[in-house]
Nanobody
Framework: VQLQASGGGLVQPGGSLRLSCAAS????????MGWYRQAPGKLRELVAM???????TYTASVKGRFTISRDNTKNTFYLQMNNLKPEDTAVYYC???????????WGQGTQVTVSS
């Protein structure tokens, strides 16, 4: 599975962005899809994750502001980010886990900068 992330950019505090992660094949069989981020000088952290049952997990700092979703017809999953804050500034990476034994795939990062 190859993942292609897009949608990052520069946005003012309070603004919104939608990140997309397009997969090279079907995403129906992907067990978990997620978004991680890494800010300068910090470790990569999980932002949001979705499983095949539709269950979702969010890190506390983004709950109520970010939403992870998927479109199986487009083999793409998304991260809608609203009410962005400067502390959301980071490189965002999409991630997928598929197969038995599970294999992890990463997309390239997309930069999100929240600044006035």
């Amino acid at each position: 599975v190859q993942l292609q992330a897009s949608g990052g950019g520069l946005v003012q505090p309070g603004g919104s962005l939608r990140l997309s992660c397009a997969a090279s094949g079907t995403i129906v069989s992907i067990s978990f899809m997620g978004w991680y981020r890494q800010a300068p000088g910090k470790l990569r952290e999980l932002v949001a994750m979705s499983n095949t049952d539709g269950g979702t997990t969010y890190t506390a700092s983004v709950k109520g502001r970010f939403t992870i979703s998927r479109d199986n017809t487009k083999n793409t999953f998304y991260l809608q980010m609203n009410n962005l804050k400067p502390e959301d500034t980071a490189v965002y990476y999409c991630n997928a886990i598929k197969g038995v034994p599970p294999t992890t795939y990463w997309g390239q990062g997309t930069q999100v900068t929240v600044s006035s």
